[in-house]
């Protein structure tokens, strides 16, 4: 899909939000934009298995990373915007 936007094969591609950010922010940078409105939110998750000793440490890193400002640097850096508060 990608190919075929650059190549101008086609004149746009829908997927998923993430994806193309960092599609149009690396590969299409100046070639691509994204546009439009989100259609349908998609929370990611990390997953371990039941009573994995990591889930607490990662969570409490995830959560230092997002009062400190990393979270929205490091999601700044890939998507190129911040994440909007929900």
Known sequence: ???ALLGRNVDAAFYDAPNVSYFSQTRGEG???VVGPLYEGQQYGIVFHKGSQWVE???E???EMQ???TYDEIYEKWFG????DE
């Open 57 to 59: 440490p990662v969570n």
């Open 67 to 69: 009062d400190d400002g």
């Open 61 to 63: 890193a995830l959560a």
């Open 1 to 3: 899909m990608y190919m």
């Open 31 to 33: 070639r691509t934009k």
């Open 81 to 84: 915007e911040t994440p909007d």
